[in-house]
């Protein structure tokens, strides 16, 4: 289905975060960081990364275009390869970079495949804990070898952990949700990473997570690893996510139960 061997790829991630992420971790100079738009910055690492990975994928897929988030910021329009091409690479060279920046080591480097509208394999390398999340489409998700499932389904709402990223709330999102926090056992403000904020689901940390903004080198490799596992990623009305940009929020959790629990309590009537 992928037509590429997944430990290629992963070792692509790997020799892009050695080489080049890893060295300027806690180094960088004040120059080598910049804010591309309000509140967003990016590193030379990210960009340096992205161009190797970019090298290396084009080699391996000839002629399957790189849809990376470095390039699409400086031109927007290749973000549309993603609805019109049959097959895009997603690269997003340095998933939480502002991370990164400030020398929090939640930061990974994450990439996808995606055929005709669908992720069919996607890979995360975290640098701080040496731990590569791959996942095939209708062969499960896999860390460094071991096969991964959802395990934790709590009773009910009090025992639920989750995040929800008010950044990206609007105002009546935020006057909406922000007072039932308190129904879950725990809600945060995220992690900044989604190569960290997926597999805390997967692997029990919490069971509930929800974005708005869903560019799709932040969720589409995420996306897959959860649900190849067992969990549920769907947008707020019930549909499910694809790597499109044209909508908006994304929920993400450990099972349909959860899913549902979680929408009701943040969505629904009081």
Not at 45 to 73: H, N, T, W
Not at 106 to 130: C, F, K, P, Q
């Amino acid at each position: 289905m992928t037509g590429v061997d997944a430990e290629t790829v992963g070792a692509v991630v790997r020799e892009a975060v050695l080489t080049v992420i890893a060295p300027r971790f806690r180094a960088l100079a004040a120059h080598e960081v910049e804010e591309k738009s309000p509140g967003e910055v990016v590193t030379i690492a990210d960009r340096e990364a992205e161009a190797m990975i970019a090298d290396r994928l084009r080699a391996l897929l000839p002629g399957v275009p790189v849809v990376g988030e470095e390039a699409v910021s400086a031109s927007p329009a290749l973000l549309d390869a993603v609805l019109s091409e049959p097959a895009v690479w997603l690269v997003d060279p340095l998933d939480g970079t502002a991370n990164f920046a400030r020398g929090d080591s939640r930061w990974a480097v994450m990439v996808a495949l995606v055929r005709d509208g669908e992720t069919v394999a996607s890979w995360i390398y975290r640098h701080a804990d040496d731990r590569l999340y791959v996942a095939e489409r209708g062969a499960g998700a896999w860390r460094d070898g071991q096969r991964l499932t959802c395990g934790r389904d709590p009773d009910g709402v009090a025992e639920m952990r989750g995040a929800v990223l008010e950044r990206f709330l609007s105002a009546d999102e935020r006057e909406r949700m922000v007072p039932r926090f308190g129904r879950f056992a725990r809600v945060t403000g995220g992690m900044y990473c989604a190569g960290y904020e997926y597999p805390a689901i997967i692997e029990g940390e919490q069971e509930f997570a929800l974005f708005q903004r869903i560019l799709p080198w932040d969720h589409a490799p995420g996306v897959l690893l959860l649900t190849e596992a067992g969990g549920v990623a769907r947008h707020p009305d019930g549909a499910p996510y694809r790597p499109r940009k044209t909508r908006r929020g994304l929920l993400i959790a450990a099972s349909p139960r959860v899913w549902e629990t979680v929408r009701d309590v943040l969505y629904g009537e009081l």
